[in-house]
């Protein structure tokens, strides 16, 4: 018998594992479509009950479509609005392209005279090099072959985007469509019970773990303001918020900007701001490091190592996305194994 609680328990982890890297990514346009069809039900039933709806035999996947229809249209013509803001904001930087080049090469000037007063290195030559690097970079993306490998792959990804988008929006309508019948059929059944409060469960640590990852970014973000602004960083508000958001997202963290950022002001002569960056770094670093499985492990119900595993294992086994999908794995075991009584011997 205990081999084969062993096997199952080795089953459900291996199944998880693979859904989460292999399931979960084809079927994220149909459980965004589900999520947005459940997120929409509340309201179109709250029209649909209205004694003018019933009257003009309006029903809740009527409203529901409806309301789905509308939120797409608000939400791309936010996206375009953005989209213009970005590309507007792009255009007048290149009229200031001059300036910018200029401001550039008399930076790059300075740091190779810091690097010459470190290592000996002449401050032309190193000067020359860099000039020299960038204009070969520069060829090799003109290059007719790469152009076209990196067009081809961006028509790919949008494709694939708006694909997923399309997919997600016509399965919430159906979803709403369907919904009663769907659940007449699955309420029946056991194993729907049981998945049904799992599935509340996880909906639960996921709230959590956002919660706990909202609150570890603004405190991250607030240090890193305080201190550009200690350091008299100018425009000390908008790059330590950026940097807090960079430390949220996958592979980058606050060290994406503050390492390069500190060896750069090193080579420039600004010593004490750019050691200064460093051990913002690690207040930064530390802090997530020390708060994360602290905060998650509460808000989730997993034990702060646990959760520390879960993240680094996510990493290794999903990549970049590794820190959001890892704990979720770990809240989903503990959960089939808790409702399945997997846990006991």
């Not at 401001?103 to 032309?124: D, F, N, R």
């Not at 350091?231 to 592979?251: E, R």
Request: aromatic fraction near 12%.
């Amino acid at each position: 018998m205990k081999i084969k609680k062993l096997a199952l328990q080795m089953g459900v982890i291996a199944g998880v594992i693979l859904g989460m890297k292999y399931v979960f990514p084809v079927m994220l346009p149909f459980f965004m479509g589900w999520l947005l069809a459940e997120a929409v039900h509340p309201l179109a039933r709250y029209f649909a009950e209205k004694r003018w709806s019933k009257k003009l035999h309006i029903r809740e996947s009527g409203f529901g479509g409806f309301f789905i229809l509308v939120f797409t249209v608000i939400g791309i013509g936010l996206l375009l609005m953005g989209a213009q803001y970005v590309t507007s904001k792009i255009g007048d930087c290149m009229k200031y392209y001059p300036q910018i080049k200029a401001e550039a090469v008399e930076l790059v000037g300075q740091c190779c005279q810091g690097v010459e007063s470190l290592t000996g290195i002449p401050a032309v030559e190193s000067r020359d090099f860099i000039f020299r690097q960038v204009g070969e970079f520069q060829d090799y993306l003109m290059e007719d072959g790469i152009s076209m490998n990196h067009a081809m792959d961006s028509v790919k990804i949008c494709i694939t985007v708006l694909s997923v988008f399309i997919v997600g929006i016509v399965s919430a309508i159906l979803f709403l469509q369907e919904r009663e019948k769907i659940r007449s059929v699955l309420e029946k059944k056991r194993f729907f019970q049981k998945a049904g409060k799992l599935g509340r469960e996880l909906l639960e640590g996921t709230k959590g773990y956002l919660k706990a990852q909202f609150k570890i970014t603004s405190l991250i973000s607030l240090i890193c303001i305080a201190g550009f602004w200690m350091l008299k960083v100018p425009y000390f508000f908008g790059w330590g918020l950026a940097t807090g958001v960079m430390d949220a997202l996958p592979i980058l963290g606050t060290g994406t900007f503050l390492i390069p950022g500190g060896i750069f002001l090193l080579f420039q002569g600004k010593t004490a701001v750019g050691i200064g960056f460093f051990l913002l770094y690690i207040l930064t670093a530390g802090i997530r490091q020390i708060l994360e499985p602290r905060l998650i492990g509460s808000q989730v119900g997993l034990s702060p190592l646990l959760v520390l595993l879960s993240v680094y294992l996510g990493v290794i086994l999903y990549g970049g996305l590794g820190f959001v999908l890892g704990p979720l794995s770990a809240l989903l075991l503990y959960g089939i194994f808790r409702e399945w009584d997997l846990l006991r011997e």
